[in-house]
């Protein structure tokens, strides 16, 4: 076994798995990045989730880490979904702040 296991309930545990998964940031950066209304910023979140989720399935399934306990996924989902919205909503703010400015000197 590579990666720690998550327990049955621990709490920092599933935090740390949601807010850490790296497949959830990248997902939610790009999706926030190329959002053009802020409403899309709770999709990119819930699909940002999504892969973080099966990234982590998979992870699971090639034997890498071991999940024990029940609803230790679901609390991994909620953290990464709430993470994500914040990633992709600064992604988003910070491309407007990138072409407001530019549209500016132009």
């Not at 920092?12 to 910023?41: C, E, F, R």
């Not at 679901?74 to 407001?100: K, N, P």
């Amino acid at each position: 076994m590579i990666i720690a296991a998550i327990q049955p309930f621990d709490p920092m545990g599933i935090v740390l798995a949601g807010i850490l998964n790296p497949v959830v940031i990248a997902v939610a950066a790009w999706l926030g990045w190329h959002a053009d209304q802020w409403q899309k910023v709770l999709v990119a979140g819930f699909a940002a989730a999504f892969a973080g989720n099966l990234a982590l399935w998979l992870v699971t399934k090639a034997g890498l880490m071991t999940v024990r306990g029940d609803g230790g996924v679901a609390g991994v989902f909620v953290v990464s979904f709430l993470f994500a919205m914040v990633v992709a909503a600064v992604a988003l703010a910070i491309r407007r702040q990138v072409f407001d400015k530019s549209a500016d000197r132009d």
